[in-house]
């Protein structure tokens, strides 16, 4: 098995045989980059070896009655996105990932789902790519659903290795691979205030900043002067942060939460809502700036409560693409479905989302970051637009280095056929590795239309 992440080129050069259902149980936090929750995970192999390549991650549907045009959906997303980028796979491995309720044991779980991770099987094997395991991981247990030997796979269940005890653990060590815990952890430092007096004051907040904003806005050439005003707050905010005496990992969210006042989250979230704001805004994604804005744009997402929560898919979208710029894909991932949770129209976000599945250099969008904010510095304060010298916003950089890769992907295998877009799992939160496509549109169409619907009252839907 080569350490090989869903979206990268070539396999690294060093090696990690792993043998057997525990091994890849295992293994499976590290391939993913933290421990999926209620997930279903799949893993496509390639070559008599089993590489692993592209994995696709989706939230386990609650209804049953879902589980088989979900699981045919996904078999068909991960094997036509993998002919795309490194040849039909040989073979899957399916994981179950999923805890019991009530935490009395996970063997109800995994006989409730068995019936869907039949019916992956029978979905990949109808698309002539065999099953090579099906595991089921629930509450430090695992099971496997391709196995009929009771000795090695007991209907009890077999536990899971201690964390840091196996080959997979000391590999990924010495190759710097880090485990973010587990995906309900990463959410939580994303999601929306849930205490009542804090949601009370901060919707309060954004009430009472939306009515001036609004009207400035809808205005020209106000418009730039709250933009330069949203940039200069969130710098103010941004060198607060980093001033601030460091606080332990478990703590340092709630310590960014206190050094923010809710009128000033309130004027930079509704600022970022002009999407030329928030392209300036993206350019701080790389050197020591970077640390201080993702910490920033969480902090902002945490305070879109209430009625403003689809507000959350600027920070939410900057966010991932800081976590992105500076190597974290596992956390730009978990931001960006987030994001496309909160406003599934959000353009920024689409895009983001499936440059980073489509293994994209965020290199070009950086490049195009880099010549608006030189063209603005060269042109002087009170300019318009983010365009730089590619004419081109973030939204469009990212869409044309999607489009870029898609060609050159389809060019090279299976004779340069060319193949249709995959779609997309139905929720726009899960981890595909191929979202549907979204085109940006001419820029500045519909922006009036667009500005007069997000500040016209308060909690409407935004879409850039």
Known sequence: MNKHHESTGPADEQQITLRGPAELADALPYLMGFYPNDSVVMVALHGGRGRFGGRLRLGIPQTPGEWGPVADQLAECLISGSERREGRPDAIVIFLCQDSPDGSGGQPTMERLRPFAQRLRTACGALDVPVLEALCISDGRYWSYCCPDPRCCPEQGKPLAMPGTTVMAAAATYAGVHVRGTLRDMEAR???????????????????????????????????????????????????????????????????????????????????????????????????????????????????????????????????????????????????????????????????????????????????????????????????????????????????????????????????????????????????????????????????????????????????
């Open 190 to 464: 994303l999601r929306p205030w849930q205490a009542p007096a804090a949601v009370s004051a901060q919707e309060r907040a954004l009430d009472e900043a939306g009515p001036s904003l609004m009207i400035r806005m809808l205005d020209e050439q106000a418009k730039q002067a709250v933009a330069a005003e949203t940039l200069e707050r969130a710098r103010t905010l941004m060198a607060r942060i980093e001033g601030a005496q460091p606080a332990p990992p478990a703590l340092s969210d709630a310590g960014d939460d206190q050094l923010i006042a809710p009128d000033e989250a309130a004027a930079v979230i509704l600022g970022l809502q002009d999407r030329e704001t928030r392209d300036k805004a993206a350019a701080w994604m790389e050197g020591p700036t970077a640390h201080a804005a993702l910490r920033l744009w969480r902090t902002l997402a945490r305070r879109c409560v209430g009625s403003y929560r689809e507000h959350a898919a600027a920070p939410l979208t900057l966010a991932g693409w800081v976590s992105w710029s500076t190597g974290d894909e596992p956390g730009a991932r978990v931001a960006l479905a987030m994001a496309l949770r909160a406003d599934p129209g959000y353009t920024f976000a689409h895009l983001l989302h499936r440059a980073c599945n489509e293994g994209i250099d965020p290199e070009a969008i950086r490049r195009c970051l880099r010549e608006a904010r030189d063209e603005e510095a060269d042109s002087g304060p009170g300019t318009t637009g983010t365009t730089g010298t590619t004419g081109m916003s973030a939204d469009t950089a990212a869409g044309q280095a999607t489009a870029l890769r898609i060609r050159r992907a389809r060019t090279l295998p299976n004779g340069g056929r060319r193949r249709g877009g995959v779609p997309r799992p139905p929720d726009a939160g899960r981890r595909a590795p191929l979202p549907a496509t979204t085109r940006p549109g001419p820029p500045g169409a519909r922006r009036r239309t667009r500005e007069a619907r997000r500040y016209g009252r308060r909690g409407t839907r935004t879409r850039r």
